[in-house]
């Protein structure tokens, strides 16, 4: 079943039952050894799915849950190898969202549920993209409109002694350093095709991609602007059909027949919120390429946009 949480619509299955945790890989077209986060209800439920809980994860968990904020803890032997990709943790999250909360509740199992799309394209933010990629492929959808936040949740690897942020989200690593001291960083912006051990979703295999290509171009915005002009003649030689992502800056100075805004360079959370749309309605007007203003902010929520298109994206260009 399909179902909304802040961050993006999740597909989820008891977290305990290998089966249905199989079904949902099944149904996604997903990499066994990509590990999925499993959803909780309450702080109770996590100590029974985890061991070894560190204070500084309870001091996460009382300041950030329920939001959008993974901790990978060392697991609990119920919880199954087919849910945790083989390994010995388990990641966890409690959604800040009353739909998901209350089908955890009413279900009376942790949820496994990552999102709700084909492996590899664009998450989906409303109940349309789970149609869109998977109708006839599971059971239900319940459509809570559109999701508050739009990328996936911040991931922390609590296990080692200074944690590591394995993927950006909404909660940055500012906030969390403020609760519980110095963490680092242990993803990378580009995928890297042999990782080692996979500890969190979006480190290994290709993510959040349309079907057409996709190029970033970063910089200040009106270099950006230029470069994307002069890409746009390049391309209109080769009859190439191009479609454009971006800031509401860099819309007021470019005309495109195929470009949408989504939103102000100084609001990347406005960008998160509307960037897996943006690509999704892009791909629905059948271009062949896509251009993206990478002239936002990357304060924030913007390190998690950052990191998103550039996990979609082909080449990046500096300018």
Same mark, same amino acid.
């Given at each position: 079943?399909?179902?909304?949480?802040?961050?993006?619509?999740?597909?989820?299955?008891?977290?305990?039952?290998?089966?249905?945790?199989?079904?949902?890989?099944?149904?996604?077209?997903?990499?066994?050894?990509?590990?999925?986060?499993?959803?909780?209800?309450?702080?109770?439920?996590?100590?029974?799915?985890?061991?070894?809980?560190?204070?500084?994860?309870?001091?996460?968990?009382?300041?950030?849950?329920?939001?959008?904020?993974?901790?990978?803890?060392?697991?609990?032997?119920?919880?199954?190898?087919?849910?945790?990709?083989?390994?010995?943790?388990?990641?966890?999250?409690?959604?800040?969202?009353?739909?998901?909360?209350?089908?955890?509740?009413?279900?009376?199992?942790?949820?496994?549920?990552?999102?709700?799309?084909?492996?590899?394209?664009?998450?989906?933010?409303?109940?349309?993209?789970?149609?869109?990629?998977?109708?006839?492929?599971?059971?239900?959808?319940?459509?809570?409109?559109?999701?508050?936040?739009?990328?996936?949740?911040?991931?922390?690897?609590?296990?080692?002694?200074?944690?590591?942020?394995?993927?950006?989200?909404?909660?940055?690593?500012?906030?969390?350093?403020?609760?519980?001291?110095?963490?680092?960083?242990?993803?990378?912006?580009?995928?890297?095709?042999?990782?080692?051990?996979?500890?969190?979703?979006?480190?290994?295999?290709?993510?959040?991609?349309?079907?057409? +290509?996709?190029? /970033?171009?970063? #910089?200040?915005?009106?270099?950006?602007? %230029?470069?994307?002009?002069?890409? *746009?003649? !390049?391309? $209109?030689?080769?009859?190439?059909?191009?479609?454009?992502?971006?800031?509401?800056?860099?819309?007021?100075?470019?005309?495109?027949?195929?470009?949408?805004?989504?939103?102000?360079?100084?609001?990347?959370?406005?960008? +998160?919120?509307? /960037?897996?749309? #943006?690509?999704?309605?892009?791909?629905? %007007?059948?271009?062949?390429?896509? *251009?993206? !203003?990478? $002239?936002?902010?990357?304060?924030?929520?913007?390190?998690?946009?950052?990191?998103?298109?550039?996990?979609?994206?082909?080449?990046?260009?500096?300018?």
């Amino acid at each position: 079943m399909a179902f909304p949480t802040e961050t993006v619509y999740g597909l989820g299955a008891n977290a305990l039952d290998k089966e249905a945790v199989r079904a949902v890989f099944q149904a996604k077209g997903r990499p066994a050894d990509n590990p999925l986060i499993v959803h909780v209800a309450s702080k109770q439920q996590c100590c029974e799915l985890a061991l070894n809980i560190p204070e500084k994860a309870f001091s996460l968990m009382e300041k950030f849950w329920p939001g959008p904020l993974t901790l990978i803890l060392e697991r609990q032997v119920i919880v199954p190898d087919v849910t945790t990709g083989g390994l010995d943790t388990v990641a966890l999250r409690m959604p800040d969202n009353a739909i998901a909360i209350g089908l955890i509740r009413e279900s009376g199992k942790p949820l496994a549920a990552p999102s709700a799309n084909l492996s590899g394209k664009p998450s989906p933010t409303n109940a349309q993209h789970v149609i869109s990629d998977l109708f006839g492929r599971i059971d239900a959808i319940i459509d809570g409109g559109t999701v508050d936040v739009g990328v996936e949740s911040t991931v922390i690897d609590m296990t080692l002694e200074i944690p590591s942020i394995l993927r950006p989200g909404r909660i940055s690593q500012e906030e969390i350093e403020r609760e519980i001291g110095s963490v680092t960083i242990g993803y990378e912006d580009e995928d890297c095709p042999d990782p080692g051990i996979i500890r969190s979703p979006g480190m290994k295999y290709r993510h959040y991609a349309p079907d057409a +290509a996709v190029i /970033l171009i970063e #910089g200040e915005n009106d270099r950006v602007v %230029r470069r994307i002009h002069e890409m *746009l003649d !390049d391309h $209109s030689r080769g009859k190439i059909k191009v479609g454009l992502l971006l800031t509401d800056e860099s819309s007021m100075v470019i005309a495109h027949e195929e470009q949408l805004s989504l939103g102000s360079k100084d609001r990347p959370e406005e960008l +998160a919120i509307n /960037l897996f749309s #943006g690509l999704r309605y892009l791909d629905a %007007r059948e271009v062949d390429l896509i *251009l993206v !203003d990478g $002239s936002f902010s990357h304060e924030g929520i913007g390190e998690a946009v950052s990191n998103r298109i550039r996990k979609a994206a082909g080449s990046i260009i500096v300018v």
